[in-house]
């Protein structure tokens, strides 16, 4: 029996209300910003009264917070699939396929990745049902490492300095989030080819590449290999 087989009528029309409120505020972002979302301009376009949508997300912040966790899960699943595409021992081919799949779905979605990635909304404070899926990319990233680590193919590049011993506590708290059996030299380094991978994607979307780079997939394709390279990551 499927999902929807199991359930009841009143569900199944409540679920595709909250799918078609979460289209509409999709466009919304689109076209008028985080800051421009209302809930009364997307019931007037569903033909729906305005305080009938409220029984759905009563406040703008839940509506922004259904579409952040939307947005989350949905590049972390991207980071996922491209993961599992490549072979188990490929430890750097799966971080380049993992760094494509970002980089893919912020240019296929790039109003949701301002979003979550972008400037933050004034006056909206992110709740903890935001936690796990921000993190499912990052747990997919630590994964490769780890994988790599436990295989010993991961290797300090030459003339870089250890990491600095005030980060330990932070490799700590990283190694026991999303990245277990990792060094501390490794997630620091981590640390900093993540933020790389994020800040070119960020790079070319918001615009700080035009009249500066035109061949923009091969050098996000030379960046993710040099931040492999810093990781430690055999190519």
């Known amino acids: 029996m499927s999902a929807n087989a199991g359930r009841t009528a009143r569900e199944r029309v409540r679920a595709e209300l909250i799918s078609e409120i979460l289209r509409i505020a999709r466009e919304q972002l689109a076209t008028e910003g985080a800051t421009g979302l209302s809930l009364r301009a997307i019931s007037r376009e569903m033909g729906m009264v305005s305080s009938a949508i409220y029984r759905y997300f009563p406040s703008r912040d839940e509506l922004l917070t259904a579409l952040i966790i939307e947005g989350y899960d949905a590049i972390g699943e991207a980071a996922e699939r491209a993961d599992a595409a490549v072979a ?84 700590a708290r990283i190694r026991a989030a999303v990245m277990p059996d990792v060094p501390d030299d490794v997630v620091a380094r981590a640390l900093a080819a993540w933020t790389g991978l994020f800040g070119a994607v960020s790079f070319e979307l918001f615009g700080q590449f035009n009249n500066v780079v035109t061949e923009r997939e091969a050098l996000f394709e030379h960046t993710a290999t040099c931040l492999g390279r810093l990781i430690g990551l055999p190519g």
Do not use: K, M
């Open 88 to 171: 188990r021992a490929d430890h750097f081919g799966r971080w380049l396929a993992l760094c494509r799949a970002v980089r893919q779905w912020a240019l296929a979605h790039p109003h949701q990745y301002a979003l979550l990635y972008g400037s933050p909304v004034p006056g909206y404070r992110a709740p903890q049902d935001t936690n796990d899926p921000a993190s499912r990319s990052a747990a997919t990233f630590g994964r490769i490492l780890a994988d790599a680590c436990r295989a010993g193919a991961v290797r300090r590049p030459e003339h870089l300095p250890p990491s600095p011993a005030e980060f330990g506590a932070d490799a």
